[in-house]
């Protein structure tokens, strides 16, 4: 299934490695949409601090990255 681009997601940071600055965002919603996890990069989040905590609250957009995975963008 194809993730909507456009929109905006609910979600949750599950992972974070600050010395890689790669991480992970859980989407939460319906059972459709929900559960899908999409990798991010430190430069993706808004608030510019190259840090996310697990378990943090946020909301993100999907976009087609490398390698043809999903990334999610513009976290926060």
Do not use: K, N
Not at 11 to 35: F, K, M, P, T
Not at 44 to 50: F, H, I, P, V
């Amino acid at each position: 299934m194809t993730p909507s681009l456009s929109a905006r997601r609910p979600g949750r940071i599950v992972s974070y490695d600050d010395h890689a600055g790669l991480g992970e965002v859980e989407a939460s919603g319906d059972a459709d949409q929900g559960g899908d996890r999409y990798p991010f990069h430190c430069t993706q989040l808004l608030d510019g601090s190259r840090h996310a905590e697990p378990g943090q609250q946020v909301s993100f957009r999907v976009i087609p990255g490398h390698r043809g995975r999903w990334e999610a963008a513009e976290v926060g």
